[in-house]
């Protein structure tokens, strides 16, 4: 009975070294691709205009990226689109706000419009890159590049708007911030999605 009882705990032990061993080796694999995912976005920001802001709205999405060319693109566009679609809500409700200037609310409307067409334009690629088929692949991305290109246009475009000594400081800074970081955000889109089309061409 004794025999058996210490046969059962060496067993249980046995198992239970198993299990924490093969939980180490997950957690250490797991370890392993998130900083190799991590090197794979810094690298590959390293060659985008702003290289910090590019590691810093696609770090978080390491997990998903892992050392892909195309997902690191495609999620470029995606935090972009979604700070686009952010910025032009924001956008919409300040040009409906009271106080300011006639030159302000046409900047504002202005502005609403080309970040409008931004979205359109950052959409439409976004659901080019998920589409890729192999035979027509440099047409589609010569697309995408016309598209994020025209985006960024009119980003700028809409920034620009914003400069003069006409417009309320408070206004003009926060819209002007808002819209550089969605151009700088674009840029850096357009650059990781120009390598993945140089992997491939």
């Known amino acids: 009975m004794e025999g058996s009882c210490s046969n059962n705990l060496f067993i249980a032990l046995l198992i239970l070294l198993a299990i924490s061993s093969h939980i180490k080796s997950s957690s250490a694999a797991a370890h392993t691709a998130a900083s190799t995912s991590a090197e794979f976005i810094r690298s590959s920001c390293s060659a985008t205009t702003y290289p910090k802001l590019c590691i810093s709205s696609l770090s978080t999405h390491a997990s998903v990226i892992q050392n892909n060319p195309k997902l690191l693109a495609s999620t470029a566009l995606s935090v972009t689109l979604s700070t686009a679609r952010s910025t032009s809500t924001m956008m919409l409700k300040l040009s409906q706000s009271h106080g300011l200037k006639p030159k302000e609310v046409a900047a504002m409307h202005d502005c609403v419009e080309e970040i409008s067409d931004s979205v359109d334009e950052l959409q439409r690629s976004l659901g080019e890159m998920n589409n890729f088929k192999g035979s027509n692949f440099q047409l589609m991305i010569n697309d995408i590049q ?44 357009l650059a990781l999605i120009n390598n993945y089309a140089s992997l491939l061409s």
Do not use: P, Q, Y
């Not at 550089?180 to 889109?189: E, K, P, Q, Y």
């Open 146 to 189: 016309t598209w994020v290109s025209g985006a960024l246009t009119d980003e700028d475009t809409c920034a620009d708007g914003f400069t003069g000594n006409a417009m309320n400081g408070n206004v003009k800074n926060v819209v002007r911030g808002r819209i550089v970081n969605i151009a700088h955000l674009t840029s850096n889109a």
